[in-house]
């Protein structure tokens, strides 16, 4: 099993971002993926996650109506489109999975089984 991320990178305020995570060892048709972020000096909380089973997603109330997570499962691959971001959204971004379960909630909340590599997100002016 395998989660690349991609798409970090540098934004003012306001601006977006789309980042990406290619799957392997596993499809996007039933297990729970999603994103989580740390930012320095913090915990590391669960941003966005989605039941590839029946596409029930769950986001962080600090992300509400700003970022929006998919799927493509032609491309076994996964995505978080983030709009309009603040400074407080800057912080390394890391992709995961949970294979024994479906729930997003459970995903966002618990501990994912499985973790891709972290990529930087700064959002600053």
């Known amino acids: 099993v395998q989660l690349q991320a991609s798409g970090g990178g540098f934004a003012q305020p306001g601006g977006s971002l789309r980042l990406s995570c290619a799957v392997s060892?596993?499809?996007?048709?039933?297990?729970?993926v999603g994103w989580f972020r740390q930012a320095p000096g913090k915990e590391r909380e669960g941003v966005s996650c989605?039941?590839?089973?029946?596409?029930?997603?769950h986001y962080a109330d600090s992300v509400k109506g700003r970022f929006t997570i998919s799927r493509d499962r032609s491309k076994n691959t996964v995505y978080l489109q983030m709009n309009n971001l603040r400074p407080e959204d800057t912080a390394v971004y890391y992709c995961?999975?949970?294979?024994?379960?479906?729930?997003?909630?459970?995903?966002?909340?618990?501990?994912?089984?499985?973790w891709g590599q972290g990529t930087q997100v700064t959002v600053s002016s």
């Open positions: 995961a999975a949970n294979l024994g379960h479906s729930s997003s909630y459970a995903l966002c909340n618990g501990h994912p089984s499985d």
């Open positions: 060892g596993f499809t996007l048709d039933r297990p729970a």
């Open positions: 989605l039941s590839t089973l029946n596409d029930i997603t």
